[in-house]
């Protein structure tokens, strides 16, 4: 599974909603790895970053 380093801490990042592949690469149906990951493991992928960096906004 893959996993994420951040401040010392390790997260493992969720299987894809789509595929079911916890690679670094999604999985086409033909058991190939796709190009790209899936629409929906970047979109899960984005709430993991907005919980780990919950100050990507501007602090000015
Ligand atoms: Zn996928």
Same mark, same amino acid.
């Given at each position: 599974?893959?996993?994420?380093?951040?401040?010392?801490? /390790?997260?493992?990042?969720?299987?894809?909603?789509?595929?079911? !592949?916890?690679?670094k690469r999604c999985?086409?149906?033909?058991?190939?790895e796709?190009?790209?990951?899936? /629409?929906?493991?970047?979109?899960?992928?984005?709430? /993991?970053?907005?919980?780990?960096?919950?100050? !990507?906004?501007?602090?000015?």
């Amino acid at each position: 599974m893959k996993t994420i380093e951040h401040q010392g801490v /390790v997260y493992q990042l969720p299987p894809c909603p789509s595929c079911g !592949s916890n690679r670094k690469r999604c999985m086409r149906p033909s058991g190939h790895e796709a190009a790209e990951w899936h /629409v929906a493991r970047v979109q899960l992928f984005d709430e /993991v970053n907005a919980e780990l960096l919950p100050g !990507s906004e501007p602090t000015a």
